[in-house]
T-cell receptor
Framework: DGGITQSPKYLFRKEGQNVTLSCEQNLNHDAMYWYRQDPGQGLRLIYYSQIVNDFQKGDIAEGYSVSREKKESFPLTVTSAQKNPTAFYLC????????????FGPGTRLTVT | AQSVTQLDSQVPVFEEAPVELRCNYSSSVSVYLFWYVQYPNQGLQLLLKYLSGSTLVKGINGFEAEFNKSQTSFHLRKPSVHISDTAEYFCAVSLTGNQFYFGTGTSLTVIP
């Protein structure tokens, strides 16, 4: 079955540690996205990538970093510089950028204490 | 900057009653419009989309939405809701540039 996988489902870290969230897709989609979801705020775009080895900052990129070395993979690193990292993180992909709908992974809930 | 407004943060409705979830967007150019549903602790699932053509769009689970360009709206409707429709609903717009903009969501609660 094709789809997007995110791992782990739940992640706990101590403040000051970097943490990497995994996102893999086997849909052969070119575009991939990372969103952060907080209660009452909807989804906010962190980073997106339209092709391999290229990515752009979204609205809230500070404190995050990404890489796109393979078409299937778009990992997100939450660095210690991110002041409020506890949130639900969603990865998505789309076949045709803005025109096609986005397919979402199941999400990773990150808790930093 | 583009924006998407979902006017109601919470909508309670009795089972088998009709429901409308409102969505307005700000854009002076053509947009593509989407409605997604999210169940607790899960990702988003596409309900329906408007790319072009007929302004009335039918989606999964009996939902439909109407694109109104003059009012810049894309309201979601269902004539008779079920308990299983209880979820968070997000409206989204997309422009050129491969970015999507999401509303803050509407929590639909179906009351037995």
């Amino acid at each position: 079955d094709g789809g997007i996988t995110q791992s782990p489902k739940y992640l706990f870290r101590k403040e000051g540690q970097n943490v990497t969230l995994s996102c893999e897709q086997n849909l052969n989609h070119d575009a991939m996205y990372w969103y952060r979801q907080d209660p009452g705020q909807g989804l906010r775009l962190i980073y997106y990538s339209q092709i391999v080895n290229d990515f752009q900052k979204g609205d809230i990129a500070e404190g995050y970093s990404v890489s796109r070395e393979k078409k299937e993979s778009f990992p997100l690193t939450v660095t210690s510089a991110q002041k409020n990292p506890t949130a639900f993180y969603l990865c998505a992909s789309s076949i045709d950028g803005h025109k096609g709908e986005q397919y979402f992974g199941p999400g990773t809930r990150l808790t930093v204490t | 900057a583009q924006s998407v407004t979902q006017l109601d943060s919470q909508v309670p409705v009795f089972e088998e009653a009709p429901v409308e979830l409102r969505c307005n967007y700000s854009s002076s150019v053509s947009v593509y419009l989407f409605w997604y549903v999210q169940y607790p602790n899960q990702g988003l699932q596409l309900l329906l989309k408007y790319l072009s053509g007929s302004t009335l769009v039918k989606g999964i689970n009996g939902f439909e939405a109407e694109f109104n360009k003059s009012q810049t709206s894309f309201h979601l409707r269902k004539p008779s809701v079920h308990i299983s429709d209880t979820a968070e609903y997000f409206c989204a717009v997309s422009l050129t540039g491969n970015q999507f903009y999401f509303g803050t969501g509407t929590s639909l609660t179906v009351i037995p």
